[in-house]
Structure formats: C-alpha cells, structure tokens
C-alpha cells in the first residue's frame, strides 16, 4: 500500500528541504569562500616630529581635526632661530671678504697656498652654516605632509617642542585599508585580486566591496627565540589540537558610501570570494 502524505505533512518536507538546501548552500559557501569576524581598520599614521627644539607658541589645530596637506600645525618660538640666522649672515660676510682678499693675494704671490686654503675652507664653513640656520629658522614651522587628521592632540601652547622627539599623530586620510586575519589552513586558496565583502561593526547594515591586495608573508614567532647557549628557546605544547596561525590579508576598499567613514582600529567581518582575481563585476 503506498505511504499517503497530507498537505500539511507535506509542506513541512518541503519546508524541512528548503532548508537543508539552505545550509548546504551556506555550508558551501563557507568553505569555497574564507571568511572571518578577526579584521581591523588600518591607516598609515605619520608621527609628527619637529627638527628642532623650543616652546610652541602657535597652534591653530584642535584634536581630531581634519587638515590639508601644508596646512600648518604648530609653530615653535622662531626668536633664538632668528639670532642664530643673523650671526651666520655676519659670520658669511666676513669670511667672504677674507677670502676675496686672499683670492687677491694669492695671485700676487704675496699669500702662500695654505693660507690661502684656510681662507677659503672658512668661507665654505659659513655658506653651510647659513643654510643650516636657515633650515632651521623654517623648521620652526610644522606643516602636515598629507591629508588627514590629527588625533590625541595634547599639545598646548607653551608645551616644549624637544628634536626628533614625535608630539602628536597625522593620519593619512587617502591611506586607509582593511586587514583580514585568516587561518593559515584558508590563505592558501585567496590570491591578489580576489573580490571581498568587507562589513564594518561601525555600519553593520552597510556591506563594502574590496579586493585583495596581497597578503602577509610573515607573522611573529612565539618559539625559536635564542636561549642558553644560543639554541633556540622553544616552549613545550601540551594541546591536543594545535591552533592554526593567523596570517593578515590586506583589503583594498573600492569606493565608499557618503555615510561611512573609516576609523583606525575598527572591527571588521571579512569574506574572500574565491577565484574571482581578473573577473570584472563579481
């Protein structure tokens, strides 16, 4: 006697069917296509150091503004500077008549050669040390190199400006980009040029397009460090199962919608779809 089903038996199957089709579709989905929650949001940032040392006496900027390239961000006490440029003019045109009179002298026989050699290595001596102090007196203005923002600004006027010493971050506006940390078990599939779906915690209902830029060739060893000896150091492991290493992929963002803007150090969902390096329109 053949097995008879009733419509609501039946649409149960049916429904039962739909989504078994459904998972597989997403299990499938999964493993031809990596995909991973451990991303972040990265930028260049540019350490702003100043050449040379003194009290700031301007600063036009507030923390977390945006500025253009050449735009000045603070500007040290010129006054010392400003002396230092008029000694080294004075000191030029001193020793440039000196060496204009051995020039005359040296013709004439009346000056000998090693004379006339300290004369002239003086003269070189101060042409460079008035384009240092010129250097110098312009290195009192600091300007930003690109287009960004400032962020976790603490200077403030009267703050000490110390050489070659960082005082505030740039971020490169123009620089931004997404790494995605994958298992090593799944890099091996992903290929520069590959289109990615990248979703940020910031915007969650906003997915943007990428594309795989390349990807990490090296991550930090935890083992193999020198110990006694010189041999290396390697720690014993005691798991039954051995943790795949992360590697970073570094995305490309395609064009952004007006209403996201991107923060260094956001959270971000990363997929790879697969075999689509070279392919237009995926």
Do not use: C
Not at 3 to 20: G, P, Y
Not at 121 to 147: M, P, Q, Y
Not at 220 to 229: E, F, K, T
Not at 257 to 268: E, Y
């Amino acid at each position: 006697m053949p097995m008879t089903f009733d419509k609501r038996t039946l649409a149960t199957i049916a429904l039962l069917l739909v989504a078994a089709l459904a998972a597989g579709i997403k299990y499938w989905d999964y493993v031809v296509n990596p995909w991973t929650r451990n991303g972040m949001v990265r930028a260049n940032v540019i350490q702003v150091t100043p050449r040379v040392s003194g009290p700031i006496v301007e600063l036009p900027i507030v923390d977390n503004q945006e500025i253009e390239a050449g735009e000045l961000l603070f500007r040290i006490d010129p006054r010392t500077f400003n002396a230092d440029l008029d000694e080294a003019e004075a000191e030029l045109e001193r020793t440039e008549q000196d060496f204009e009179r051995a020039e005359d002298l040296i013709k004439k026989g009346d000056i000998s050669k090693r004379n006339y050699d300290k004369a002239e290595a003086a003269f070189d001596v101060a042409r460079s040390n008035l384009e240092t102090a010129r250097l110098n007196l312009e290195f009192t203005e600091v300007r930003a190199s690109v287009d960004g923002f400032i962020t976790n600004l603490t200077l403030r006027i009267g703050s000490q400006a110390v050489e070659n010493q960082p005082v505030m971050a740039l971020i490169d506006r123009d620089s931004f980009w997404v790494h995605g940390y994958f298992r090593e078990t799944r890099v091996g599939a992903i290929k520069p040029g590959d289109k990615t779906l990248v979703t940020l915690m910031t915007y969650p209902d906003t997915p943007l397009s990428g594309t795989v830029n390349s990807l990490g060739w090296g991550i930090a060893q935890q083992d193999g460090s020198s110990g006694v000896d010189l041999l290396p150091s390697v720690n014993p492991t005691f798991e039954w199962i051995r943790l795949a290493q992360r590697v970073p992929v570094r995305i490309h963002l395609d064009q952004l919608p007006d209403h996201v803007q991107l923060r260094v150090g956001t959270t971000a969902s990363v997929l790879v779809k697969t075999g689509t390096a070279g392919s237009a329109g995926q």
